[in-house]
């Protein structure tokens, strides 16, 4: 059985990951607005990962015989002003969404709660991945993104990312 404070981190969890799906949606969107199409559907694919993260959740919480409670999410609200600005709030939001995961597990841990470290297991380690992820696009793009050239090899790059659904099964 799952504490309250534990099942209250874990709702928590399903808004913000359904809100890092939003941001990445709204980043996919800025990029299909400026006509780079790689970097729309490399964003686009992050927003189904995020949105698959929450209906993990989700089915974490109700194997556990939790109800799911969904609140609004809040409106993405990152200005966009230069290729760059995206992969770099990205970078950072993902080091955000790790102290997130790594507060649950801190809860978690406190309270003995195995099944939940065991299950956070997997999101300690997608986060140290997605987190150099993020910080590859970020460099990648200093190195070859300013001119046109290195952009339209880079933008290709992005557009061939394909979907996957996570490797975690409950
Ligand atoms: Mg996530």
Known sequence: MLSKK??????????A?????????????YYKDEGLDGYFNWYKIQAQEERDHALLFMD???????????EAIKKPDKEFKAFIDP???GAEHERLVTG????????????????TMQFLDWFVKEQAEEEDTADDNVKKFELFGSDS??????????????????SLTL
Not at 6 to 15: E, G, M, S
Not at 100 to 115: G, P, S
């Open 17 to 29: 990951e359904f809100y890092s799906a939003y941001l990445y949606l709204d980043m996919a969107n």
């Open 149 to 166: 050239k290195g952009l339209y090899s880079l933008d290709a790059e992005m557009a061939a990312r394909t979907y996957s659904t996570p």
């Open 6 to 15: 534990i099942v209250d981190l874990l709702n928590a969890q399903v808004n």
């Open 100 to 115: 997130l995961i790594h507060d649950i597990y801190a809860v978690a841990y406190e309270e003995k709660d195995f099944r």
């Open 87 to 89: 992969l770099k709030a």
């Open 60 to 70: 974490y919480l109700q194997q556990n015989g939790e109800s799911v409670v969904l």
